[in-house]
Nanobody, 120 residues
Framework: QVHLEEAGGGLVQAGASLRLSCAASGRTSSIKRMAWFRRAPGKERENLASISWIDDTTSYADSVKGRFAISRDNAKNTAYLQMNSLKPEDTAVYYC?????????????WGQGTQVTVSS
């Protein structure tokens, strides 16, 4: 089993930056990939960014490319999401997720979510 603990959300003004963190505990030796998602009111969940625990490759949604950056700290089993130039439309609950090792990448473990609110 794996437990994910998110931190770093809050209320900021447009143009500000925030850094979210997601600490994994438990069976962390089996991490394949970690990702950040968000869900805004009335919208579907969106996969923002992901990072491989094996080779450090990253991927981003077009909506955040160039503004958000995902990174990891293997020693701390923690993934980060640096969010710059925040916009009101970035307001959402942000979730981290973990895909354990396997043939397919399936995000089996989820954090509780952290609220990010961007005021105009």
């Amino acid at each position: 089993q794996v437990h994910l603990e998110e931190a770093g959300g809050g209320l900021v003004q447009a143009g500000a930056s925030l850094r979210l963190s997601c600490a994994a505990s438990g069976r962390t030796s089996s991490i394949k990939r970690m990702a950040w998602f968000r869900r805004a009111p009335g919208k579907e969940r969106e996969n923002l960014a992901s990072i491989s625990w094996i080779d450090d490759t990253t991927s981003y949604a077009d909506s955040v490319k160039g503004r958000f950056a995902i990174s990891r700290d293997n020693a701390k089993n923690t993934a980060y999401l640096q969010m710059n130039s925040l916009k009101p439309e970035d307001t959402a609950v942000y979730y981290c997720a973990l895909a354990p090792l396997g043939i397919s990448t399936v995000y089996s473990y989820w954090g509780q979510g952290t609220q990010v609110t961007v005021s105009s």
